[in-house]
């Protein structure tokens, strides 16, 4: 007996939503990114149990092959989330510069290094 695809799609949706909020409890994922996959998740469950949405979806766009509009939405919506995280990223290393150089800034007046040894100059 062959399962449905929109079992295994349901399924696969709920697996993904059910990881994320495993991962988001032991706190390995934040809440900000975990509403996002959250949204992929319930993208999948929905695609999987109404697959002619994408049908419906495509004929006012004038796709000749519907399926090939999940695709170009996924690259997409692929391209956001790698625009985003290079965005945090970036964040994170100009914050860390900042902290360096602070770190710096209160050595020199101190005239201490970071073990406590005192600096000879």
Do not use: N
């Not at 994320?20 to 993208?43: G, S």
């Not at 469950?45 to 002619?52: A, E, M, R, T």
């Not at 997409?76 to 625009?83: C, N, Q, S």
Request: proline share 3%; net charge positive; hydrophobic share 55%.
């Amino acid at each position: 007996m062959l399962i449905s695809y929109k079992w295994t799609s349901a399924v696969l949706g709920l697996l993904v939503a059910g990881v994320i909020m495993v991962l988001v409890r032991r706190d390995y994922l934040h809440t900000r990114y975990a509403l996002w996959w959250l949204c992929v998740a319930v993208a999948v469950l929905i695609l999987g149990i109404f697959p002619g949405l994408v049908d419906l979806v495509g004929s006012p766009f004038g796709v000749h092959y519907p399926p090939i509009l999940v695709v170009i939405i996924c690259l997409g919506l692929i391209l956001i989330k790698m625009l985003t995280m290079d965005l945090e990223r970036s964040r994170q290393e100009r914050e860390l510069r900042r902290l360096a150089q602070r770190l710096a800034l209160l050595e020199s007046i101190k005239g201490q290094t970071v073990d406590g040894v005192k600096e000879e100059s």
